[in-house]
């Protein structure tokens, strides 16, 4: 029940996409054990249906609305356009005090703008992350700062993410919480260890995806690429910088859950299909995600939550791009900026593989998004701070 003459704030959570859920998972739980003084609804958007559907069951979410918007060839009108228009009867009828979103994604800006035009505050979860150039993401790069724009409450990541808010005259409403998926790495990290028939079935979810060795028993890098600025000449250098990797050395391992765009799915299978070191998988549900990234020697990706995660286990990252939003990781020596040249991605992992002294000095390296425990500090804001 909620304290007398205290009106329970009513809170909405919206998002659409799998990171997006992984990332707002420890922030429902938060509020739901706060029920005293929230009332929680959620409402998914399903621009990507079922990657969402598994995290929304692995941790037993149960959204009160459901857009359902993917659908087949959709693209960034479509998806803006219909989210908008299907979040109006959404908040009609919620009547929420506050709406938060999360990151980057079309669903976060769409979100954003549908509260604005009801007069809603909106609370910007992973506010402030900028490459500062306006198609490096793309579309990410603007839904985040469109986001900044219309949000009312600002929960940064890092102080980094703060001052670059600060420099777009946003310093109202603005607080340094850490990032949400330190916490949910933590959640999982805890179900693996406590529950014996998760990891059970984590193994044998991993031996029918596509793996050609046991994880258990031998070394690998754990690769993930999907970026659209990478789509073209990008992919191509990647994947051959795998398979000079691979050739180089025939005694690691190489994993690579392959992303279903077929602008990923064409390159990747093309010149990397066929060598043995290298497994071409299936893409993989969270619990085995996290799992290979505790187990992996190093990862190479172009993700931006694994650039968060993976300090945290103490495995080096090397990202796969030319810029990151995320500079706090480089600077703290945690992550490498490798670009997507074939030359500089092999060589930044023949360094890491024949340098112990450099492997180490990333894998001991701290990491600079939190401890786990943003969500509770975005809850005591909410608690503390009114409409």
């Not at 909405?12 to 998972?25: D, Q, S, Y």
């Not at 959404?90 to 954003?112: E, K, M, R």
């Not at 793309?138 to 009312?152: C, I, M, Y």
């Amino acid at each position: 029940m909620a304290i007398v003459g205290e009106r329970m704030k009513k809170v909405l959570i919206i998002f659409g996409t799998r990171p997006e859920a992984i990332k707002m998972v420890p922030l429902i739980y938060a509020l739901q054990r706060e029920h005293q003084h929230f009332h929680l609804s959620v409402c998914v958007t399903a621009q990507h249906r079922e990657m969402l559907d598994q995290v929304l069951s692995l941790f037993e979410i149960e959204p009160e609305y459901d857009l359902d918007m993917m659908k087949p060839h959709q693209d960034l009108y479509t998806i803006t356009s219909e989210i908008l228009v299907g979040l109006k009867e959404v908040l009609l009828d919620c009547q929420p005090d506050i709406v938060l979103v999360h990151g980057d994604t079309t669903t976060t800006f769409s979100a954003s703008l549908a509260s604005f035009y009801q007069h809603i505050p909106v609370g910007h979860i992973e506010a402030g992350l900028r490459t500062h150039q306006r198609y490096s993401p793309f579309p990410e790069e603007a839904n985040r700062k469109l986001t900044s724009v219309l949000a009312t409450y600002h929960f940064a990541p890092t102080f980094s993410a703060k001052e670059n808010l600060a420099k777009e005259g946003i310093t109202e409403g603005v607080v340094v919480t850490g990032n949400t998926v330190i916490d949910t790495l933590f959640l999982m990290l805890e179900k693996i260890d406590n529950e014996p028939l998760l990891k059970e079935r984590i193994l044998l979810n991993l031996q029918t995806s596509g793996l050609l060795f046991d994880v258990t028993k031998e070394s690998f890098i754990l690769v993930t690429g999907h970026r659209r600025e990478s789509f073209g000449e990008g992919f191509l250098n990647i994947c051959y910088a795998l398979k000079e990797i691979a050739q180089r050395y025939e005694s690691i391992r190489i994993i690579y859950p392959v992303h279903l765009n077929p602008q990923v799915q064409k390159p990747v299978y093309e010149i990397l299909d066929g060598i043995e070191n290298i497994s071409l998988i299936s893409p993989l549900e969270y619990p085995e995600f996290i799992y290979l990234m505790s187990q992996s020697e190093m990862i190479l990706t172009d993700s931006g939550g694994i650039q968060e995660e993976a300090p945290s286990l103490g495995k080096p990252v090397l990202v796969m791009r030319d810029t990151t939003e995320r500079p706090e990781a480089i600077l703290s020596g945690t992550v490498k900026l490798v670009g997507t040249t074939q030359e500089k991605i092999v060589q930044s992992v023949v360094t890491l593989l024949e340098n112990p002294d450099a492997y180490e000095k990333m894998a001991q390296a701290h990491n600079p998004y939190g401890e786990g425990e943003a969500s509770e500090k975005i809850v005591e804001f909410l608690k503390n701070n009114e409409r």
